[in-house]
């Protein structure tokens, strides 16, 4: 089960600012939204991160933004609510270096944490 949601949420990537999901975006969110259908036992905690750009403050709530419009979508489409929860990190957990544009753009997603 992990490899789908690491497959999906590889593609969860967000513009500078934004909490838009685009239509790429939504795909791979299918594909999570049929894994939690198929298995009803499992919950899952959606993180928002962010890049370093931007004040904390600022960086707190965009993460967490991103993290609810995830969420928001899954519901919408029929996984209960409260097998979800949202976090948002912020800029504290990069996997990438944020001094390059192509580490800040890998820093800007959304990641999910299976919950059994």
């Known amino acids: 089960?992990?490899?789908?949601?690491?497959?999906?949420?590889?593609?969860?990537?967000?513009?500078t600012g934004s909490i838009?999901?685009?239509?790429k975006q939504l795909a791979p969110l299918n594909d999570v939204l049929q894994l939690l259908k198929e298995n009803t036992t499992i919950s899952v905690q959606i993180n928002g991160h962010t890049d370093n750009?931007?004040?904390r403050k600022i960086n707190d709530k965009l993460s967490l933004k991103?993290?609810?419009?995830?969420?928001?979508?899954?519901?919408?489409?029929g996984v209960a609510a409260t097998r979800?929860?949202?976090v948002g990190f912020a800029d504290t957990k990069?996997?990438?270096?944020n001094k390059?544009?192509?580490?800040?753009a890998a820093n800007r997603r959304s990641d999910m944490t299976v919950k059994y």
């Open 1 to 15: 089960m992990q490899p789908i949601l690491d497959k999906a949420t590889e593609k969860i990537r967000f513009a």
């Open 20 to 23: 838009q999901l685009t239509k």
């Open 53 to 55: 750009t931007g004040t």
């Open 66 to 77: 991103r993290a609810t419009v995830i969420q928001k979508y899954l519901v919408k489409k």
């Open 84 to 86: 979800l929860s949202s």
């Open 94 to 97: 990069p996997i990438a270096d």
């Open 100 to 104: 390059t544009s192509k580490g800040r």
